[in-house]
């Protein structure tokens, strides 16, 4: 009886080495999170919806493959102005909520977060007119290792560091927009990487399969005006380099989001 067990247990341990390097099963889906967006309208009624419907199937698209380019494509275009039709529900929430409404409010619509969630099989069929499929692996861990400058101010965009506290909230908000996280570097991480304040900061290798340790600088430029960034990557043996100017910092962190998710999902280098 106890070798019967011990054969059994043997068996069991087998079958779950071979499941384990098959890897998932190729029906694999999505998350539903991923079937759904959020984005900022002014006012709730129907005017502002089909906007919002729009938008919010641009993002759904561009998060669900990886690809950023879809969101100005002219196909994606015409299904966005058609959007209403693939929506399962929708809701809203005032951003301005618990403020007490005063005489401008009151002769303007407020801003409201409308999060949308769409009919995952008809968004699927979307993909496969686009020759698109869902991008199932798993998502990086955008790890930021920046030297910002502006003016005389020179300084690491470090967890701890005060001149970085609005853009940290940028880049967090800019990476989830994409369905990414973002973790940043301690002064000591810095330290250890041999990072300093000015010129360009060599990419430390990653330490985790899934981190996308994307170094740059971070200037700005008053004669633009406008945020002036440039970045490189070192992602599964290949090395990438992008930049942008004229920009906010908002849109020049939304830069490094773009790149890591076209890269790490599989649809080229950063545009």
Known sequence: MGFRRHRWKMLLAA???????????????PGPDLYQATVIVTGKDARSR???????LRKV???????PRLHDDARVSAMAARAGAAVASFSYIDRMAGR???????????????????VPARVDKMLGDLGQHAWTGARPVVVPVLAVAIGPTSYRLSAETQHGTEQRASFADMARDFDLTVRFPSEADFAAWGVGTTGFPAP?????????RVAGTLRFDESLPGWVGSWRWRWHGSDYAWRTKGVSF???????????????????APD
Not at 50 to 56: D, K, S, T, V
Not at 61 to 67: D, F, K, M, R, S
Not at 105 to 118: A, E, H, I, M, S
Not at 204 to 212: D, F, G, I, L
């Open 250 to 268: 908002d849109e020049a962190f939304r830069d490094i989001c773009r790149g890591v998710l076209r890269v790490a999902s599989g649809h080229g």
């Open 204 to 212: 430390p290798a990653a330490t985790a399969p899934n981190e996308a």
């Open 61 to 67: 698209l561009v998060n669900l493959t990886g690809e």
């Open 100 to 118: 007490p409404v005063h005489d401008e409010q009151g002769t303007r619509d407020r801003p409201f977060n409308l999060t949308v969630k769409f």
């Open 15 to 29: 079958a779950a080495l071979a499941a384990a390097a098959a890897g998932p099963p190729a029906s694999a889906q």
């Open 50 to 56: 089909p906007i919002g419907f729009a938008e919010a």
